[in-house]
């Protein structure tokens, strides 16, 4: 715990520059909450407007839809314009998506603002991780990784309490607000020391590296960062995509694609987006939708933080099998409240049951949304960071559309319960994965994790032609 308030006090611009990007996480963790209670308003009784199941699914499933297209904006502006000032355009977005909520008055305007606010979230994964990477040191990149990711359901969490209790207009303007503020201030902070290196500006960086590590001799970390950065020479795209090719990064992009395949197909965005709906039809009746909705939200942070505690401690493969197994048992009990429902048993006896499984679910901030971003900052060489932001994003987002996208078809095809088994088969695979193949980076530089990969690939390689060996001799 020393250490921890010690690297607390001596880090403290890198947390700094962490919680100033938090407020963009924030701002997007309210698109998220606002789905919720608005989509339960807008397709009841006296909506605003009306919305139809259909439009509904459309405007729970735009939002990471236009994670795509936010996917390959922030990877082209990672590339020309680096890692700090990609994170500063990510708030522009959203500063249009808050326009259009504050003057909907129908859904159009609803699948513009979701659109926009799912180019922020695109962009933000795509260059965030990449930018933390670069200003963090070793000890602390995990939890300021995860400070940002708990910016999400900190944001969830109170769109989750403003939604039912005032109009639309002024939700948007609140967030509107806490969008400007990060505008307004993360411009002042310097690029990353990595940023200068590349671009030949010695004295800047030692600057940049001063900043961030108030260390009055930067002579060790400056070497550290020219060492990483000419290790991998610039390349043209061509010669980037023929990298990729190579075994060492191809199992690397392999990883994260699967990574990000298993967060999203968890059921991530789709229980977050129609959680008050699953309540309601679930027969909860002791206490409110609205209000389970805020405690499970509230939850989900506490566990962040827990995690965000954990991660450079414990290390990403172990938190990565936690929170796998929790939100495996808690769709399992999600479809078995659902399996209970339709053979009579009485609501009111299985009420803690969907409330404890959605509970389970918030396990999902403790390693299986923080890792993937976690990982997809430390293990890329410099030259393939901003490919490897897109593959990560894109991922993100293709999977993110297909789960919000056909939760609604599959629950009208096979029912609630068989969709949330789905989830758990899912998640089952994701628990065997991260606890036999994901490597464990925890408390290594850059350049240690380059080199880490690179003897793993070569031990592999001697094994297999050791095997390949073997048999010809047997033959």
Known sequence: ????????????????????????????????????????????????????????????????????????VGSLTLEYIG????????????IVSWICIICAVSPIWLYVS?????????????????????ISAPSIRGALVCLIINGLPIGTLIGNIMGPNMPMMYFGIISLIITLCYMGIFPFLPHSPYYYVRHNETKRAEQAVRWYYRKPDVKHELEAVERFVRSTYALSMRERLKQIK?????????????????????????????????????????ITPSTVVVIVSATSIFIGWIGAFAIDRCGRRILLAISSFGVMVGMILLGLHFFLLDYGYDPKDLE?????????????????????????????????????GFIGSSTSAVFAFVASRTYQPLVDLISEKYVFWIYAAVIMISLVYSLTVVPETKGKTLQEIQDMVTRRNAAKKSQQEAYVETANTQK
Do not use: H
Request: aromatic share 12%; with cysteine; hydrophobic share 50%.
């Open 352 to 388: 803690w049951l969907v409330i404890l499984s959605l509970v389970m679910f918030t396990l999902m901030c403790f390693g299986l949304t923080p890792v993937p971003s976690t990982m997809l900052s430390e293990i890329f060489p410099s030259d393939l960071k901003s490919i490897a």
């Open 246 to 286: 190579e075994p060492k990064n191809r199992k690397l992009f392999i990883m994260i694609i699967l990574l990000f395949m298993f967060m999203q197909l968890s059921g991530l965005n789709t229980i977050v987006f129609y959680m008050e709906i699953i309540i309601r039809k679930g027969m909860v009746t002791s």
């Open 114 to 134: 979701r659109i926009f606010s799912g180019i922020s979230m695109g962009m933000i994964f795509s260059c965030y991780p990449l930018y933390i990477g670069e």
């Open 83 to 94: 890692s700090k000032t990609s994170v500063l355009l990510t708030g522009l977005p959203m």
């Open 1 to 72: 715990m020393a250490k921890l308030f010690g690297a607390l006090l001596r880090l403290w611009p890198q947390w700094f520059a962490t919680l100033i990007v938090s407020l963009l996480s924030i701002s997007i963790g309210l698109a998220i909450g606002w789905t919720s209670p608005y989509l339960a308003q807008l397709t009841g009784e006296d909506p605003p407007f009306r919305v139809t199941d259909e439009e509904g699914s459309w405007i729970a499933s735009l939002l990471p839809l236009g994670r795509l297209l936010g996917a390959i």
